[in-house]
């Protein structure tokens, strides 16, 4: 029927053709662009910090540092261990200090870990702590971020300062830089370093078994609720609680719920142009085909019938754009996984390039829906037909 390699309805199926392609690989890429941006941001988050928090009750579930200290309990660690998606659990401390050396000087938010802690793949390490010191280690890690504005390099001397309420004179530790890490996130890489948890035990003059809390690490996201609410309701008493992520840095998460509304807009958007390119090419076959309609018309064919020929050749149309649309989509996913070609400010979205997570389902279901959505909405042209009159169109040859 449209098989005139240089006809105009060639030229209108090849259009709609590209128009729709361009518009399932677009959506195919921002739900996959958009789903491994989210995905890396929160590894970075839960690489540092965990996935659930347990530390003693405070009206404010941001505050990581609490003023009173809890006990190391090994009985409950034993129990969290024990629950479905548990990977680890890990005591910590957090004490704020200042950061002294080459006549710098930078805030830091130290946090304590014992010689149990293993650092997760998410961050990137170099150099650890030595902890054959009976008393303390008397090294610190710091980020890249914060060691570059201090001028000091691994092995170098630091001059820690700690603040004593109601003491006009600081109490002072000389630390050596073991090494640095880098999460890509500012939030971390800009506030935090890591000591020795003892170290920050005898700066707060607390026992060999007090700790600020511990951070319990999953083996997926999705079961952060489900063990916190375990957590809290079989194995807790009072003050202790338990915080997810989300609580704690609600404002993270609120920044990536913002990238959902981003992609379904696109997503609207693009499927939008699809339906009008499909609708718009029909039309114009229908219209540059109405001499064709009309002697169907005049030898008995019903109007429904003919509504199904155009229909058809409009979602074989579809199947095709959609088609291509993937192999665009898709290859340039699996291109920029490969290469990372396609680069970002690190100091803004927290990656050094785009990150893209592509799963057959989303693809499966953007192809599903558009097909749907362009048949559909191909009923309104097709109706065109009704208006063609064999009388008019069958008098001129």
Same mark, same amino acid.
Request: hydrophobic fraction near 45%; aromatic fraction near 10%.
């Given at each position: 029927?449209?098989?005139?390699?240089?006809?105009?309805?060639?030229?209108?199926?090849?259009?709609?053709?590209?128009?729709?392609?361009?518009?399932?690989?677009?959506?195919?890429?921002?739900?996959?662009?958009?789903?491994?941006?989210?995905?890396?941001?929160?590894?970075?988050?839960?690489?540092?910090?965990?996935?659930?928090?347990?530390?003693?009750?405070?009206?404010?579930?941001?505050?990581?540092?609490?003023?009173?200290? &809890?006990?190391?309990?090994?009985?409950?660690?034993?129990?969290?261990?024990?629950?479905?998606?548990?990977?680890?659990?890990?005591?910590?401390?957090?004490?704020?200090?200042?950061?002294?050396?080459?006549?710098?000087?930078?805030?830091?938010?130290?946090?304590?870990?014992?010689?149990?802690?293993?650092?997760?793949?998410?961050?990137?390490?170099?150099?650890?702590?030595?902890?054959?010191?009976?008393? !303390?280690?008397?090294? &610190? @890690? @710091?980020?890249?971020?914060?060691?570059?504005?201090?001028?000091?390099?691994?092995?170098?001397?630091?001059?820690?300062?700690?603040?004593?309420?109601?003491?006009?004179?600081?109490?002072?530790?000389?630390?050596?830089?073991?090494?640095?890490?880098?999460?890509?996130?500012?939030?971390?890489?800009?506030?935090?370093?890591?000591?020795?948890?003892? %170290?920050?035990?005898?700066?707060?003059?607390?026992? =060999?078994?007090?700790?600020?809390?511990?951070?319990?690490?999953?083996?997926?996201?999705?079961?952060?609720?489900?063990?916190?609410?375990?957590?809290?309701?079989?194995? %807790?008493?009072?003050? %202790?609680?338990?915080?997810?992520?989300?609580?704690?840095?609600?404002?993270? !998460?609120?920044?990536?719920? *913002?990238?959902?509304?981003?992609?379904? &807009?696109?997503?609207?958007?693009?499927?939008?142009?699809?339906?009008?390119?499909?609708?718009?090419?029909? @039309?114009?076959?229908?219209?540059?085909?109405?001499?064709?309609?009309?002697?169907?018309?005049?030898?008995?064919?019903?109007?429904?019938?003919?509504?199904?020929?155009?229909?058809?050749?409009?979602?074989?149309?579809?199947?095709?754009?959609?088609?291509?649309?993937? @192999? *665009?989509?898709?290859?340039?996913?699996?291109?920029?996984?490969?290469?990372?070609?396609?680069?970002?400010?690190?100091?803004?979205? !927290?990656?050094?390039?785009?990150?893209?997570?592509?799963?057959?389902?989303? =693809?499966?279901?953007?192809?599903?829906?558009?097909?749907?959505?362009?048949?559909?909405?191909?009923?309104?042209?097709?109706? !065109?037909?009704?208006?063609?009159?064999?009388?008019?169109?069958?008098?001129?040859?």
């Amino acid at each position: 029927m449209f098989r005139g390699k240089d006809g105009f309805s060639a030229f209108i199926i090849r259009l709609a053709i590209v128009a729709t392609a361009l518009s399932v690989a677009t959506m195919i890429i921002t739900v996959a662009f958009i789903t491994g941006f989210k995905h890396e941001i929160r590894d970075k988050l839960f690489s540092f910090w965990g996935h659930v928090h347990i530390t003693p009750f405070t009206p404010n579930a941001s505050t990581i540092i609490t003023p009173d200290p &809890i006990k190391i309990d090994h009985k409950l660690e034993l129990q969290i261990k024990s629950l479905p998606h548990v990977q680890s659990i890990a005591a910590f401390a957090v004490r704020p200090g200042i950061l002294h050396s080459n006549d710098l000087m930078e805030g830091v938010q130290l946090k304590g870990v014992d010689s149990t802690y293993q650092f997760p793949e998410g961050i990137t390490l170099t150099g650890k702590l030595d902890y054959s010191d009976s008393s !303390y280690s008397k090294e &610190i @890690l @710091l980020s890249t971020v914060m060691a570059n504005r201090l001028k000091v390099n691994t092995g170098d001397d630091v001059q820690l300062y700690f603040l004593e309420p109601g003491s006009t004179l600081p109490r002072i530790r000389k630390v050596k830089l073991a090494g640095t890490f880098h999460t890509g996130m500012d939030e971390v890489d800009k506030e935090y370093g890591i000591c020795d948890l003892r %170290l920050l035990q005898r700066i707060n003059s607390w026992g =060999a078994n007090d700790i600020n809390g511990y951070q319990v690490m999953l083996d997926k996201e999705e079961a952060s609720d489900t063990v916190s609410m375990q957590i809290f309701n079989n194995y %807790l008493e009072a003050p %202790l609680t338990t915080h997810t992520m989300a609580e704690i840095f609600p404002n993270i !998460y609120d920044w990536l719920q *913002l990238q959902d509304v981003n992609a379904r &807009i696109i997503i609207i958007i693009m499927a939008v142009v699809a339906i009008i390119n499909l609708a718009v090419a029909l @039309l114009i076959l229908i219209v540059e085909h109405a001499r064709m309609v009309g002697l169907f018309k005049a030898q008995g064919m019903t109007q429904g019938s003919m509504q199904m020929i155009f229909l058809y050749y409009a979602g074989l149309i579809a199947a095709m754009g959609i088609f291509a649309g993937n @192999l *665009l989509g898709v290859g340039l996913c699996l291109l920029q996984q490969a290469t990372g070609f396609l680069k970002l400010s690190e100091t803004t979205y !927290y990656v050094r390039q785009v990150p893209v997570r592509i799963f057959w389902y989303d =693809a499966a279901l953007i192809d599903i829906g558009t097909l749907i959505l362009c048949i559909l909405c191909m009923w309104l042209p097709s109706l !065109y037909i009704r208006r063609i009159q064999p009388a008019r169109v069958l008098q001129f040859k």
